[in-house]
T-cell receptor
Framework: EAQVTQNPRYLITVTGKKLTVTCSQNMNHEYMSWYRQDPGLGLRQIYY???????DKGDVPEGYKVSRKEKRNFPLILESPSPNQTSLYFC???????????FGPGTRLTVL | GDSVTQMEGPVTLSEEAFLTINCTYT??????LFWYVQYPGEGLQLLLKATKADDKGSNKGFEATYRKETTSFHLEKGSVQVSDSAVYFCALGSQTGANNLFFGTGTRLTVIP
């Protein structure tokens, strides 16, 4: 089954404790993105990647890092989480030459 | 820059009622337009899309027409069901290489029996 998976689905952590949210897709897609969803703001792009070792900032990159060492994986790293990063995070992917993005199930992060 | 303005919610309808959720956009050029749906506890799923002016996207009884003259992409369904209760997002595809979708704020629809 074609899908985007994220782990963990739920995470509660404390300020300053480094964490990683994993994202994996099995569709051999070139493009991958991370979004955060906040009430009244819709989804906003954090980072994206156009292929292995090619990443760039989206609209709200501050406080986040990403890497793309393999085509299928695109982890999101919060090196020093803060309460304003409490949000619902989505990973998405799409294939080259298409415009439809496939979303993962989401990761609800709470930073205390 | 590119942006999407979506009808504020929440919207509550009785089963079999007619649904319209308004969406207008600002963009240069000819972006693709999308409606995504988010069911409770799940990620976003593509509901329908349109890639050029006057295209009509349709799926599961939902329709939306790409209107360039009014810069709109309103979502409609003639007869909603309880299972349509979800959050609906209008989105515009980036025309740069940024792999970005510009989303509206989302409209929560609740359908009551």
């Amino acid at each position: 089954e074609a899908q985007v998976t994220q782990n963990p689905r739920y995470l509660i952590t404390v300020t300053g404790k480094k964490l990683t949210v994993t994202c994996s897709q099995n569709m051999n897609h070139e493009y991958m993105s991370w979004y955060r969803q906040d009430p009244g703001l819709g989804l906003r792009q954090i980072y994206y990647s156009m292929n292995v070792e090619v990443t760039d900032k989206g609209d709200v990159p501050e406080g986040y890092k990403v890497s793309r060492k393999e085509k299928r994986n695109f982890p999101l790293i919060l090196e020093s989480p803060s309460p304003n990063q409490t949000s619902l995070y989505f990973c998405a992917s799409r294939g080259h030459g298409t415009d439809t993005q496939y979303f993962g199930p989401g990761t609800r992060l709470t930073v205390l | 820059g590119d942006s999407v303005t979506q009808m504020e919610g929440p919207v509550t309808l009785s089963e079999e009622a007619f649904l319209t959720i308004n969406c207008t956009y600002t963009a240069t050029g000819y972006p693709s337009l999308f409606w995504y749906v988010q069911y409770p506890g799940e990620g976003l799923q593509l509901l329908l899309k349109a890639t050029k002016a006057d295209d009509k996207g349709s799926n599961k009884g939902f329709e939306a027409t790409y209107r360039k003259e009014t810069t709109s992409f309103h979502l409609e369904k003639g007869s909603v069901q309880v299972s349509d209760s979800a959050v609906y997002f209008c989105a515009l595809g980036s025309q740069t290489g940024a792999n970005n979708l510009f989303f509206g704020t989302g409209t929560r629809l609740t359908v009551i029996p």
